[in-house]
């Protein structure tokens, strides 16, 4: 088993910036394409970034694109996300999720990640 903890969450003002951390524990060697999504109240979980399984492709939702960086550190299972010039529309539970299948940085739905975080609040205010 897989286990992913998120952390760095928290109330900020637009025009700020947070970063998102996730720790991977367990059988961490089957893990790939790793991702970071977020769900508001009311809407679908929405897939806002992903790396691949070696770091070097990247995917971002167009409404992260410029603001948000995702980057993972192997030797530690360690997955970020940085996000900068924060909007109160961004304001979300961001859930880190692990593919242990998939290897690239294709965007994918929520079925297709094995593993998920318990999720961090994330609060933009304007």
């Known amino acids: 088993q897989v286990q992913l903890v998120e952390s760095g969450g928290g109330l900020v003002q637009a025009g700020g910036s947070l970063r998102l951390s996730c720790a991977a524990s367990?059988?961490?060697?089957?893990?790939?394409?790793r991702a970071w999504f977020r769900q508001a109240p009311g809407n679908e979980r929405e897939c806002v970034a992903v790396i691949s399984r070696g770091g070097s492709t990247t995917y971002y939702a167009d409404s992260v694109k410029g603001r948000f960086t995702i980057s993972k550190d192997n030797a530690k299972n360690m997955v970020y996300l940085q996000m900068n010039s924060l909007k109160p529309e961004d304001t979300a539970v961001y859930y880190c999720?692990?593919?242990?299948?998939?290897?690239?940085?294709?965007?994918?739905?929520?079925?297709?990640?094995?593993?998920w975080g318990q999720g961090t609040q994330v609060t933009v205010s304007s």
């Open positions: 367990g059988r961490t060697l089957g893990l790939t394409a």
């Open positions: 999720a692990a593919s242990t299948s998939w290897t690239t940085s294709t965007p994918l739905p929520p079925r297709s990640y094995a593993y």
